[in-house]
């Protein structure tokens, strides 16, 4: 299984973006980087993924390397509920089904 | 959709004590799970099921039983509660094939 190396944690003004950076370096080439979040006392939640491309959605962008060894999660313009733990997640199979690993995770606080 | 509901949100427990930690979902999602979340740890899958009538153990499911007679409950039970299962517990489902799980609120265990 992939392992997922993030920093602790991260400030950003409200209104700039965030780039929340994530390394991957043993990813296998059928693996998915996930990104969940989770605002505190609150369950988890699904941000976006990706396989190879660049993908966006109303939430964020993830922008991966061409070596898939890392990634970004881009916030673009960071409100304070932004403010949370952001998961980067490497897919991997359980007894043939999918799961997620989640790990520590970096704190993300958006300031004023 | 009520989405994923978990009952109770906090519980105190004594040692030896039993109870069951309840987890339903309408949104008809094959998948479902049980993770604990402990300060500086992040999120460890307890048991999940794939299916009506299937279950099977994750990182940490000792002390834990699952059951998995309808889709749309999946209730945790500990039998003889111990300290060290004093946790934030969520429940999470997903559709079999998908990777977006959607987690409930968290149920807050304490067991003195």
């Known amino acids: 299984d992939a392992k997922t190396t993030q920093p602790t944690s991260m400030d950003c003004a409200e209104g700039r973006a965030a780039n929340l950076p994530c390394n991957h370096s043993t990813i296998s080439g059928n693996e998915y980087v996930y990104w969940y979040r989770q605002i505190h006392s609150q369950g988890p939640q699904y941000i976006i993924h990706g396989l190879k491309n660049n993908e966006t959605n109303e939430m964020a962008s993830l922008i991966i390397t061409e070596d898939r060894k890392s990634s970004t999660l881009i916030l673009p313009h960071a409100t304070l509920r932004d403010t949370a733990v952001y998961y980067c997640?490497?897919?991997?199979?359980?007894?043939?089904?999918?799961?997620?690993?989640f790990g520590k995770g970096t704190m993300l606080l958006v300031s004023p | 959709n009520a989405g994923v509901t978990q009952t109770p949100k906090f519980q105190v427990l004594k040692t030896g004590q039993s109870m069951t930690l309840q987890c339903a979902q309408d949104?008809?999602?094959?998948?479902m799970s049980w993770y604990r979340q402990d300060p500086g740890m992040g999120l460890r899958l307890i048991h999940y099921?794939?299916?009506?009538?299937?279950?099977d153990q994750g990182e940490v499911p000792n002390g834990y039983n699952v059951s998995r007679s309808t889709t749309e409950d999946f209730p945790l039970r500990l039998l003889s509660a111990a300290p060290s299962q004093t946790s934030v517990y969520f429940c999470a489902s997903k559709l079999t094939g998908s990777d977006t799980q959607y987690f409930g609120p968290g149920t807050r265990l304490t067991v003195l």
């Open positions: 997640i490497v897919r991997v199979v359980h007894s043939g089904y999918s799961t997620l690993t």
């Open positions: 099921s794939v299916g009506a009538g299937i279950t």
């Open positions: 949104m008809n999602h094959e998948y």
